[in-house]
Nanobody, 125 residues
Framework: AQLAESGGGLVQAGGSLRLSCAAF????????IAWFRQAAGKKREGVAC????????YYADSVKDRFTISTDNIKKMVYLQMDSLQPDDTGVYYC???????????????????WGEGTLVTVSS
């Protein structure tokens, strides 16, 4: 089982990016799936999480109303649509999954059981 992120890159402030995460060997039903990010010199922080069962989604205050997390349960894909990007959004973005977890706002404060390698997002001012 593994997670593989893609879609990172360089974008100007105000622009958009869509990150994708392919979840090989995982079942989304009953799982919590999340996107975290880590800026240089800072600890990893939760950005958004979603329930693989019912699609309930939760966001960090810093990205609320700008980012949207979604899943395709048939393709086993997780997406993060990022709009109105700002330089503070720069960092490595990681996809994570807890196969038996419950998506909730507090989940963004904890780690996940499995992680991908990450994809770099750079927002220029």
């Amino acid at each position: 089982a593994q997670l593989a992120e893609s879609g990172g890159g360089l974008v100007q402030a105000g622009g958009s990016l869509r990150l994708s995460c392919a979840a090989f060997g995982f079942t989304f039903d009953g799982a919590a799936i999340a996107w975290f990010r880590q800026a240089a010199g800072k600890k990893r922080e939760g950005v958004a999480c979603i329930s693989g069962s019912d699609g309930s989604a939760y966001y960090a205050d810093s990205v609320k109303d700008r980012f949207t997390i979604s899943t395709d349960n048939i393709k086993k894909m997780v997406y993060l649509q990022m709009d109105s990007l700002q330089p503070d959004d720069t960092g490595v973005y990681y996809c994570g999954i807890d196969p038996h977890g419950t998506a909730s706002p507090s989940l963004l404060n904890y780690g996940m059981d499995y992680w991908g390698e990450g994809t770099l997002v750079t927002v220029s001012s």
